[in-house]
């Protein structure tokens, strides 16, 4: 039976700073979870619970390599084009990868850029292979849209603006008829049929309101309620999306998940930056969860959130990359800090305390996911935890200082000694162990560059694109 012990560690036991732990574990499980005071000589090490990556999408590689740096999303997102996977399984292997690297230990996979060369069902295949490789936990939901595959409404205008090669591009590239709605709900099916299991969770994957058509939405829920099976979406990400929502539903966006029964406790709202006080009220009346993904919030230019004021109103709040980081390398220990730094409060006036903002994020992040558990370092959970190096982390030792202070202040994943997801050693000093995740890269570098010319003629026409697009979202939001 294997044990560690640490001179820190947040049990999540009630609102503990760290304390002393021996920690054993078996059969996946923490089979004991000791806190009475350990040798002089016990390692300095802080264990906490691993985290939980709430919303991502899986990206390969960073798209600021694909010339996608600090757009809004609504030119963003058509320019990820060019990031399209060359292979299903090394695309999912290196992000996972990265984000396990960092202490994560179950993972949202929101695949909204499949490969195009395998089935939906096939593609799932591979995602979770690269997840099991690994061993980490993952969530996945393909993400499913039928409507608005470029702008919010009718893309006539945006063609007719464009040359008629360009307007060829757009049509041939987003603008493809999209699966019937049983199609979409079907595929989700399937997919759960084929991959789901005791470290993968399948979701329904409803892109956001604005792609997705009545009937679809209103079939997710319906599905949802019948299945059990939990929703994961985007939700008023972008000033646009605010407009087009105040436009498309005069009665309130929120009230109209509410009305069609989408608001639930098994849905989750990636995002969630432009919610306005009535709506954040009816998110946590519904027991529903809201993901901050801090940095991906930022490079996009989307906006902050009021994601402080949410938690105070009883939301459930869970922390995501969005495969987008701060310095795009997947680092959730980062994202974590940057989340609490942004919200954690204004001069003395306190959101809340680090720890327990911590383990609360962690925990509503692993009920986002599917994952069992808390995340609490208790007898009977699942044995998933990071251990972090004290010693580097308190490079000074000027005088004893609170770790969680040192890991809110300073903590990257080059702190993190090793992760333990389900039993199973993942990680050690920032090796992933069960694949080898530069060579994954260097592969993934490579095929890339080999098909760099799959999106020539879209590159080639992208000034053109993108000043359509500005220009249709100015003319049609009104706002920015």
């Known amino acids: 039976m294997p044990t560690i012990q640490a001179r820190h560690a947040l049990t999540g036991r009630g609102a503990d700073l760290s304390v002393p732990l021996a920690l054993s574990w078996e059969n996946e499980l923490i089979t004991q979870a000791s806190t009475a005071p350990l040798q002089p000589d016990a390692p300095r090490r802080l264990?906490?619970?691993?985290?939980?990556?709430?919303?991502?999408?899986?990206?390969?590689?960073?798209?600021?390599?694909?010339?996608?740096?600090?757009?809004?999303?609504?030119?963003?997102?058509?320019?990820?084009?060019?990031?399209?996977?060359?292979?299903?399984?090394?695309?999912?292997?290196?992000?996972?990868?990265?984000?396990?690297?960092?202490?994560?230990?179950?993972?949202?996979?929101?695949?909204?850029?499949?490969?195009?060369?395998?089935?939906?069902?096939?593609?799932?295949?591979?995602?979770?292979?690269?997840?099991?490789?690994?061993?980490?936990?993952?969530?996945?939901?393909?993400?499913?849209?039928d409507q608005n595959p470029i702008v919010y409404g009718d893309e006539a205008s945006l063609l007719a603006g464009l040359s008629p090669e360009a307007a060829k591009i757009v049509k041939e590239t987003y603008c493809r008829p999209p699966l019937t709605v049983d199609a979409l709900i079907d595929m989700t099916d399937e997919i759960a049929e084929a991959i789901a299991g005791p470290i993968i969770d399948v979701q329904y994957g409803p892109a956001a309101v604005q792609w997705c058509s009545h009937e679809l939405l209103v079939r997710v829920a319906e599905r949802s309620a019948q299945t059990g099976r939990r929703v994961h979406m985007h939700l008023l990400e972008t000033p646009y999306q605010r407009h087009w929502a105040d436009r498309t539903f005069p009665q309130g966006i929120v009230t109209y998940l509410k009305d069609i029964g989408l608001l639930s406790p098994r849905l989750t709202l990636a995002h969630c930056?432009?919610?306005?006080?009535?709506?954040?009220?009816?998110?946590?009346?519904?027991?529903?969860?809201?993901?901050?993904?801090?940095?991906?919030?930022?490079?996009?230019?989307?906006?902050?959130?009021?994601?402080?004021?949410?938690?105070?109103?009883?939301?459930?709040?869970?922390?995501?990359?969005?495969?987008?980081?701060?310095?795009?390398?997947?680092?959730?220990?980062?994202?974590?800090?940057?989340?609490?730094?942004?919200?954690?409060?204004?001069g003395f006036d306190e959101s809340w305390n680090r720890t327990e903002f911590l383990l609360e994020s962690v925990a509503h992040g692993r009920r986002s996911t599917g994952a069992p558990g808390t995340g609490a370092l208790a007898t009977g959970e699942p044995a998933d935890f990071i251990v972090i190096d004290h010693e580097a982390l308190d490079r000074d030792r000027i005088m004893e200082v609170d770790p969680i202070d040192l890991l809110f202040a300073r903590a990257t994943a080059a702190h993190i000694e090793e992760v333990v997801v389900a039993g199973r050693s993942i990680v050690k000093n920032g090796r992933v162990l069960g694949v080898d995740l530069p060579a994954a890269e260097d592969e993934l570098r490579a095929r890339y560059r080999q098909q760099a010319g799959r999106f020539a003629e879209l590159d080639a026409a992208w000034p053109q694109i993108e000043k359509a697009l500005e220009g249709w979202f100015r003319d049609h939001a009104g706002c920015c």
């Not at 998110?283 to 989307?302: C, D, K, P, Y």
């Not at 402080?308 to 795009?328: K, N, P, S, T």
């Open 47 to 145: 264990i906490i619970p691993a985290f939980a990556n709430a919303h991502d999408h899986a990206r390969p590689l960073a798209l600021s390599s694909f010339g996608a740096a600090f757009m809004p999303l609504e030119t963003w997102l058509p320019r990820s084009m060019l990031a399209t996977p060359p292979d299903a399984y090394l695309a999912a292997l290196a992000p996972l990868a990265r984000a396990a690297r960092s202490g994560c230990g179950s993972i949202m996979v929101h695949y909204t850029r499949p490969s195009g060369k395998l089935s939906p069902v096939d593609e799932a295949r591979e995602v979770a292979r690269a997840a099991r490789d690994i061993g980490v936990r993952i969530a996945y939901a393909p993400a499913i849209r």
């Open 273 to 346: 930056i432009h919610t306005r006080p009535d709506e954040l009220d009816m998110i946590a009346e519904a027991g529903a969860s809201i993901v901050t993904n801090s940095s991906s919030n930022m490079h996009l230019r989307s906006g902050i959130g009021p994601i402080a004021e949410a938690r105070r109103r009883g939301c459930r709040i869970a922390i995501g990359m969005d495969g987008l980081a701060f310095d795009e390398d997947d680092d959730m220990v980062r994202e974590t800090r940057i989340a609490n730094a942004l919200h954690g409060g204004l």
